[in-house]
């Protein structure tokens, strides 16, 4: 068994994290962290929450506690000011160390990343103790693309994801009145997410995401020329994950089916017309978005079984 503390704990990711280290048989929770919640007990963060975990401590205090494995839960400022103990594996759920580049990083940033490997278990593995988890978007848009990266020079991403990206705190653009019954481009041309894509990828990337009138799940709708066969690329490079699943011919993705789940459906098209590739990846954010790919990341650096503590199976409606 290897303890576990969630530096910021709080928010939409932190408490996504608990969730799967409550169904986890390796990883027990000995330190829940939150500066706003410090000194009382789980249950004010969720009344489901029974009094057999710990109470909330300062992020400070939850730094540390000792444990094993730390998942940063914070925003990229204060992940990248973090200093890791020595000896422990800590996931940055933020975008603090995803770019490698020193001048990229400071650009997008405003800091340099230092030695943190990049870790989407599919196609990159984390290397090392200090684990980068990838930003939601770029999940989706890599799982679709990376397996074709060799063939392709550029790509058109068009993604839409749910409110819950946003994060926990309030933004005029969060509120109900924005959001519902509504659909918006934000950040275009602009978005974090895209030099962390062709980073990733090795060439740049049009990248445009959008506001969904939903809680979870996103959607990355891919277009490129793809000189091969991109469906037997695709399952090749799939061939053996328990998590992401390449759908049958004619078969598209759907938010309902991945929503609350730590799974990814890809799938691949052919306009009949201009010849385009067209693939999809759907994905809850929160779950191989941030918080479940953040285990799973975990559970690779640790030697354990890859899906341990994961919501993998089910047929929800």
């Keep these: 068994m290897f303890s576990a503390a969630i530096i910021g704990c709080a928010g939409y990711t932190g408490q996504e994290t608990l969730d799967r280290l409550l ?10 962290g939150s500066d706003s919640l410090a000194g009382r007990p789980a249950a004010a963060l969720d009344p489901r929450l029974d009094g057999d975990l710990p109470a909330f401590v300062t992020n400070a205090e939850a730094a540390a506690s000792g444990a094993d494995v730390l998942f940063l839960c914070v925003g990229h400022d204060a992940a990248a000011a973090f200093e890791p103990p020595a000896g422990a594996v800590v996931v940055d759920l933020s975008a603090a160390h995803r770019l490698r580049d020193a001048d990229t990083a400071r650009a997008w940033y405003g800091e340099a990343p230092g030695a943190w490997s990049y870790g989407l278990p599919e196609l990159w593995p984390p290397d090392g103790p200090l684990v980068a988890n990838p930003g939601c978007y770029a999940t989706a848009a890599l799982l679709a693309l990376g397996p074709l990266a060799g063939g392709l020079e550029t790509a058109i991403v068009d993604a839409k994801s749910g409110v819950s990206g946003a994060g926990r705190t309030l933004r005029d653009s969060s509120h109900a009145g924005a959001v519902l019954e509504n659909l918006a481009p934000y950040a275009v041309g602009e978005h974090r997410h895209a030099p962390e894509i062709a980073q990733q990828l090795g060439f740049g990337v049009c990248f445009v995401p959008h506001l969904l009138p939903v809680r979870r799940g996103l959607l990355a709708t891919c277009y490129v020329r793809f000189p091969g066969d991109a469906r037997e ?39 009949r017309v201009t010849a385009t590739t067209i693939v999809v990846c759907a994905i809850d954010n929160l779950g191989t978005g941030a918080a479940g790919q953040a285990v799973q990341n975990a559970n690779v650096v640790l030697g354990l079984d890859e899906t341990a503590g994961l919501r993998v199976s089910g047929v929800l409606v």
């Design 23 to 32: 169904a986890h048989p390796e990883l027990d929770p000995v330190a829940l």
């Design 233 to 271: 690329a695709l399952e090749e490079a799939y061939a053996g994950s328990p998590l992401v699943r390449v759908l049958d011919d004619g078969v598209a993705p759907e938010l309902g089916r991945v929503q609350g789940t730590d799974t990814a459906e890809v799938a691949v098209f052919s306009d």
